[in-house]
C-alpha cells in the first residue's frame, strides 16, 4: 500500500473535523482530511442548515398566512415543495463551495473516500494508507431508529424529511425532542397535522422543565398534537398511509411516519474497537482533553459522549488542533455551550437546569422575566419567558449558573447568554450593561435587573 505521512490525519470532515483541519493548517501542521461523503457532513447536508432553512420557509408561510393581524393584507397560497428545496439546496451549494475553497487555500489534502482507522496512527483509504504523528476521529453520527422499526416508504428519518417533494396531510413524529419539534414546528407551518409521541413526561425533556411547560403551551394554541409519556409500539404501512400503534392501546394514521428518537455515534465498521480505542455503547471514550487510551490518537464530536451539537464539535475541533500545537487551551465547559431548538417558538438555554443546579449547588435562587414586558417582543406578538438560576439564596452574592429562553428569535439572545455564564457574571454585572432599546436582547438586560433586586418592567 502507498503510505502518506502527515503531521495530521482526520478521519470525518464535519464540522468537528474540518474546524480541526482549518485550525491546525493555520498552525502549521500538514493535514489530511478524509471525509466519505461530503465535505460538511451530517450538519451542512442533511442536519442543521437544511432544517433551518425549512423552518425560515416555514416562518415565511406563518407571516403570509397571519398579515390580517398587523393590517398587511396577505395569504398563503400554498407551499411549493420544489421551491422550498431549491432554496434550501442553494444555500447548502453556496456554504459547501465556500468551505471546498477554504480547505484548498489552506492546503490540506482532501481524501475522498471511506477511512478506516488502523492503530496505531493509521487511516486506511482504500489502497492508501494515511500515517499521522496525531490522528483525530470525527466520524459524526447517523438516525437512530428502534428495534423492528425499519426505515422506508412512509417510514422516514431526518435525512429523509429534508427532501420531500410534497407537503404529508397527516403527519407523526416519534420522538419529541430537538428534531422532533423543530419538524413539528415546519410541517405544522406548511399546514399539515402533526402528532408528536414522546416516551418521557415532556416535550425537549433534555431542557429545564420551565421550557418544556412554556412550549407545550405554545404548541397546543398552535394545534400540535403531542402525546408525552406514552410508548410506540409498532407501524404498519400500506401504499396509502402508516399506522402507528402505541402502548396505549391508541391507533394513529398518517401519510408519514418520521422517526426522530435521536443519533447514535457513527463508529460501526470503521476499524475503532479492532485497534484498541476504548468503547461503550458504541461511543469513544475521551477525557476532558479528548484524549483517546490510546497515545496520540483522539476523538471528537458526536462519536464522544455528551451535547450532539455541530458548535460542539466545531469548537472541539478548534481546541485540539492548538492542545496538538501545543498551545494549552484550557477544556471546554460542556455545561457552557449554548443550546437552541429553533422551532416557533425557539428554545434557548446555557449551563444549569434548576434540578442540576439544586444538586450542585443546594440553595439557589431563580427569576423568571415574562416576555409580555417587552416591547420588542409586543412588536412581534410572540409570548414567552426568561428564566435566570443563580447560585446561593436570595440576598447572597453568587454568578448566574443557567439562562433557559422561550420565544420568538430567542436563540439571537444566546450569544450574551454564553458570556454570562462562561465568565461566571453575577446579576449586577450584567444590570449594569446598557441593553438597546427596544429590542428582546434588552428583555435579557431586564430579567438580570430583576434578579438583582431592581425590577423595573415586572411585578416585583
Not at 53 to 81: F, P, Q, T, Y
Not at 135 to 141: C, D, F, N, P, R
Not at 146 to 173: K, N
Not at 386 to 412: F, N, Q, S, Y
Request: proline residues 4%; glycine residues 12%; negative net charge.
Amino acid at each position: 500500500m502507498p503510505e502518506h505521512n502527515a503531521d495530521l490525519v482526520i478521519l470525518g470532515g464535519g464540522s468537528g473535523g474540518y474546524a480541526c483541519a482549518l485550525r491546525a493548517a493555520e498552525l502549521g501542521m500538514s493535514v489530511v482530511l478524509v471525509e466519505r461523503d461530503k465535505l460538511g457532513g451530517t450538519c451542512l447536508h442533511y442536519g442543521c442548515i437544511p432544517t433551518k432553512a425549512l423552518l425560515h420557509a416555514a416562518e415565511v408561510a406563518d407571516n403570509a398566512r397571519e398579515g390580517d393581524r398587523i393590517g398587511v393584507k396577505s395569504s398563503l397560497a400554498g407551499i411549493d415543495m420544489a421551491g422550498v428545496n431549491s432554496y434550501k439546496d442553494g444555500v447548502i451549494a453556496k456554504l459547501y463551495k465556500g468551505l471546498q475553497g477554504l480547505v484548498k487555500s489552506r492546503k490540506i489534502t482532501l481524501v475522498e473516500g471511506t477511512g478506516r482507522f488502523e492503530g496505531p496512527r493509521t487511516v486506511v483509504v482504500g489502497e492508501d494508507r494515511y500515517v499521522g504523528k496525531n490522528v483525530v476521529l470525527a466520524t459524526g453520527s447517523y438516525s437512530r431508529t428502534l428495534p423492528g422499526l425499519d426505515i422506508g416508504g412512509r417510514i422516514i428519518t431526518s435525512s429523509e424529511a429534508i427532501h420531500l417533494d410534497e407537503v404529508p396531510d397527516r403527519i407523526v413524529i416519534l420522538g419529541g425532542g430537538v428534531i422532533g419539534v423543530e419538524f413539528a414546528s415546519v410541517f405544522r407551518s406548511f399546514g399539515s397535522e402533526v402528532t408528536i409521541v414522546e416516551a418521557l413526561p415532556r416535550l425537549v425533556p433534555n431542557e429545564d422543565e420551565f421550557a418544556s411547560k412554556l412550549l407545550e403551551r405554545a404548541f397546543r394554541r398552535r394545534k400540535i398534537t403531542f402525546k408525552t409519556g406514552v410508548r410506540f409500539t409498532g407501524a404498519k404501512q400500506t401504499e396509502d398511509t402508516v399506522t402507528v400503534s402505541l402502548e396505549s392501546g391508541e391507533e394513529i394514521d398518517a401519510d408519514l411516519l418520521l422517526v426522530a428518537v435521536g443519533r447514535g455515534p457513527n463508529t460501526a465498521d470503521a476499524g475503532f474497537e479492532e485497534a484498541g480505542v476504548a468503547m461503550e455503547r458504541g461511543f469513544v471514550l475521551a477525557d476532558e482533553r479528548l484524549r483517546t487510551n490510546l497515545p496520540n490518537v483522539f476523538a471528537l464530536g458526536d462519536i464522544v459522549p455528551g451535547l450532539q451539537l455541530a458548535h460542539r464539535g466545531f469548537a472541539q475541533g478548534i481546541f485540539l488542533a492548538e492542545d496538538i500545537a501545543g498551545l494549552n487551551p484550557p477544556p471546554i465547559d460542556e455545561a457552557g455551550i449554548p443550546r437552541v431548538t429553533y422551532c416557533e417558538p425557539e428554545v434557548a438555554s446555557v449551563g444549569l437546569t434548576e434540578a442540576q443546579a439544586k444538586d450542585k449547588y443546594g440553595e439557589i435562587q431563580t427569576l423568571t422575566y415574562d416576555l409580555a414586558g417587552n416591547g420588542k417582543s409586543q412588536i412581534l406578538q410572540t409570548q414567552g419567558a426568561i428564566k435566570l438560576i443563580k447560585a446561593g439564596a436570595t440576598g447572597t452574592p453568587g454568578p448566574v449558573i443557567g439562562i433557559h429562553m422561550v420565544g420568538a428569535r430567542v436563540g439571537e439572545l444566546i450569544g450574551e447568554a454564553q458570556l454570562v455564564y462562561n465568565w461566571d457574571a453575577q446579576a449586577e454585572d450584567v444590570a449594569a450593561l446598557v441593553h438597546a432599546h427596544p429590542t428582546q436582547n434588552e428583555a435579557f438586560g431586564e430579567a438580570h435587573l430583576a434578579l438583582a433586586g431592581k425590577p423595573l418592567h415586572s411585578h416585583s
